[in-house]
């Protein structure tokens, strides 16, 4: 089945740093890639919606300036926390979608990443 | 605003129960629902949806109900075994506001004791 790789699985960074995930769609074009935020015993919320070749649309609340998503290819899209700070410490994942506009085009997501910043 | 919940946040049972993990929506707009298990450090795996013009689904072990009338959906696990054990979530999309821009529950652990 559809795979949706992520990386690094965890990372620890110092407060002020930037850090960069990466999402990964191994057998499939992922025309949209959606990442979303999930802090500790808590559901997941959509941060940004990434397509291809485009800008990135961030949630009302979601600062675009902080997190960077780029979507350079059908297969990576990539977020970075900028100036990272101890409450961006989350679990970051991301999904991939063939056809977003098609309910017979599923949402696959990744294994997420643990993001802890000192 | 709209919103999709949970009743119960911990459901424990025992191995070889049936379990029920139930989940309320509040956008009448909504026309496709998910069943999600997320395992802790993993992200959500695909279980089970339907859409609104169903009211039941089958799948292996599991059943989704959906009750429109008062906008209620459940997720019904046979036979629950230990590997069972996860927070369960349920998500809706609504067409209107963006096809696969799912809004999450708040999630229900079950815990199965063997």
């Known amino acids: 089945g559809a795979v949706v790789s992520q990386h690094p699985s965890w990372v620890i960074c110092k407060s002020g740093t930037s850090v960069k995930i990466e999402c990964r769609s191994l057998?499939?074009?992922?025309?949209?890639m959606f990442w979303y935020r999930q802090f500790p015993k808590q559901s997941l919320m959509l941060m940004a919606t990434?397509?291809?070749?485009?800008?990135?649309?961030?949630e009302q609340g979601v600062e675009k300036d902080k997190f960077l998503i780029n979507h350079a290819s059908l297969t990576l899209s990539t977020l970075t926390v900028t100036s990272a700070h101890p409450e961006d410490s989350s679990f970051y994942i991301c999904?991939?979608?063939?056809?977003?506009?098609?309910?017979?085009?599923?949402?696959?997501f990744g294994n997420g990443t643990r993001l802890t910043v000192t | 605003g709209e919103s999709v919940g949970l009743h119960l946040p911990t459901l424990s049972v025992q191995e070889g129960d049936n379990s029920i993990i139930n989940c309320a929506y509040s956008n009448s707009a909504s026309d496709y629902f998910i069943w999600y298990k997320q395992e802790s450090g993993k992200g959500p795996q695909f279980i089970i949806d339907?859409?609104?013009?169903?009211d039941k689904r089958q799948g292996q072990r599991v059943t989704v109900l959906l009750n429109k009338t008062v906008k209620h959906l459940s997720l019904q696990i046979a036979a629950t075994q230990p590997g069972d054990s996860a927070v369960y979530f349920c998500a809706e999309r609504n067409m209107n506001t963006g096809f696969q821009k799912l809004v999450f529950g708040t999630g229900t652990r079950l815990l199965v004791s063997p």
């Open positions: 057998d499939f074009q992922a025309t949209t």
């Open positions: 999904s991939a979608v063939l056809d977003r506009n098609s309910y017979n085009s599923p949402l696959h």
């Open positions: 990434s397509n291809e070749g485009s800008k990135a649309t961030y």
């Open positions: 339907i859409r609104s013009n169903m």
